[in-house]
């Protein structure tokens, strides 16, 4: 485990040193999303593949087995993956709350914007603890959309944002996880645990970011919500309308925009 | 000018990968406050002094003019620096809207935690670059109050926090106007307009953070203001004392506390 007790320990200083030329979300989140040769990694809660399909491109030396609860996200994923020509992932349908995996299979365990959906995400960890070798690290990315700020300010806004929080809770969930991965990890008894914000600021002198995160990512988002939320009565329409317009405003040429994810790691003993 | 332009460019990244390792935050907000040898720098608004010792003793070869409308801050100022055998500073009382120095005095100028307080913040940075030399760069820090966010969640919290942004707004300031240094650096013509983050992070594993920072700093702030918040009915008695309470709680072993300070440079064409 020397190679990714490296990785680990340089990786958070690293990422700072990145993030701010970062140019895409991605950059951002997985510029030391590195695994050691030979290693075999675990990534739960893969969806559709978008994470799977960088981590496995950026680290061409390792193995990932890339789980996911529903079949139907696993065939999408095969299909994007078999078709890009990546030959180090296999994909399979599994609980994350009960991994077809005896103990200790893994080197690594990378766990990207899925605790925030689950119910109980100190159970799902201590499972992919118990399939983690020891000395292997768990990594977890998780956003907050309570970091979320912006210029100019507005209160349409968060009440749009607001409603992707509420209707996250009513599922069971939680939009504003990131803050909590340093308790997360610590209930459930991983060691060397550090936690690496990794803030987007955009103004308008970083223009992939304001087309990249502000209007296509953050925003279109919360759009996206925007029916169920009217539907529900956790907002008028006006509201929400002012609101998605206030936030594409941020994009305009004097505007500004802030969200944070955090990156956690931490080893099991 | 060729010295400053490389301290620029080089700082946001540089900044990034320090901050991380910084223990306090002055290392987290100045790392990065160098100027280049045998420069005349311009403090504005030095107050009582707290960045000045800073700044003088990270740029031993720089020479420091810093100036504040308060004769009597101007007075502790000048004790203290002579108690510290600072010899690289002049303090005199100035008024930050209309400086007493010809036009292009300085290589660069320097505005800490002063803009918050302004009724025009954009009059005042015209003034200081009228007295920059062409090619300097003007530093501003500001903090922002409403980037601040925090574990255990607490709206208390947030309602004391409130208090303390609308007596600032009462008096002409502003305590969010970190996020506003990018649009209005550009609002004063500056060119190579950039604006770095630099988000103090606490969790249990940055102790000299949690005492330093979360409860020294920042929850003190807010536990300063709660009399006069309370006098003027902006915030009830109870309300007020769990918002300090649940602040204080984030400095607890799983809690976790997060603010954001902007700094930001531009350049005089």
């Known amino acids: 485990m020397e190679s990714t007790k490296y990785v680990h320990g340089y990786s958070e200083r690293e990422a700072l040193r990145l993030n701010d030329q970062a140019a895409t979300l991605d950059d951002i989140i997985h510029n030391d999303s590195r695994f050691s040769k030979e290693s075999l990694v675990l990534e739960a809660g893969c969806g559709v593949g978008a994470q799977t399909k960088i981590l496995a491109t950026k680290n061409p030396d390792s193995n990932f087995i890339s789980v996911d609860l529903s079949d139907d996200?696993?065939?999408?994923?095969?299909?994007?993956?078999?078709?890009?020509?990546?030959?180090?992932?296999?994909?399979?349908?599994?609980?994350?709350?009960?991994?077809?995996?005896?103990?200790?299979?893994?080197?690594?365990?990378?766990?990207?914007?899925?605790?925030?959906?689950?119910?109980?995400?100190?159970?799902?960890?201590?499972?992919?603890?118990?399939?983690?070798?020891?000395?292997?690290?768990?990594?977890?990315?998780?956003?907050?959309?309570?970091?979320?700020?912006?210029?100019?300010?507005?209160?349409?806004?968060?009440?749009a944002?607001?409603?992707?929080?509420?209707?996250?809770?009513?599922?069971?969930?939680?939009?504003?996880?990131?803050?909590?991965?340093?308790?997360?990890?610590?209930?459930?008894?991983?060691?060397?645990?550090?936690?690496?914000?990794?803030?987007?600021?955009?103004?308008?002198?970083?223009?992939q970011l304001v087309e990249g995160f502000i209007k296509n990512t953050f925003t279109a988002m919360i759009e996206g919500i925007g029916e169920k939320a009217i539907k529900q009565g956790l907002v008028d329409n006006s509201t929400f309308e002012k609101g998605i317009k206030d936030l594409y405003r941020t994009a305009e040429s004097d505007g500004v925009f802030s969200y944070t994810f955090f990156k956690g790691f931490g080893t099991k003993n």
Do not use: W
């Open 161 to 207: 944002i607001n409603c992707q929080i509420q209707l996250q809770k009513q599922n069971g969930g939680n939009s504003n996880i990131g803050r909590e991965l340093y308790p997360l990890f610590k209930s459930v008894e991983l060691t060397d645990i550090s936690v690496s914000p990794r803030m987007v600021y955009v103004d308008a002198s970083r223009p």
């Open 73 to 159: 996200s696993i065939r999408e994923a095969k299909g994007m993956i078999k078709s890009l020509g990546i030959n180090n992932v296999e994909l399979m349908q599994a609980d994350i709350y009960n991994l077809p995996f005896n103990d200790e299979t893994f080197d690594s365990v990378i766990i990207c914007f899925v605790l925030e959906h689950l119910h109980n995400p100190t159970q799902a960890l201590n499972e992919l603890k118990r399939v983690l070798k020891k000395g292997g690290t768990i990594v977890a990315i998780e956003g907050d959309h309570g970091s979320t700020f912006f210029h100019p300010d507005s209160k349409y806004a968060y009440s």
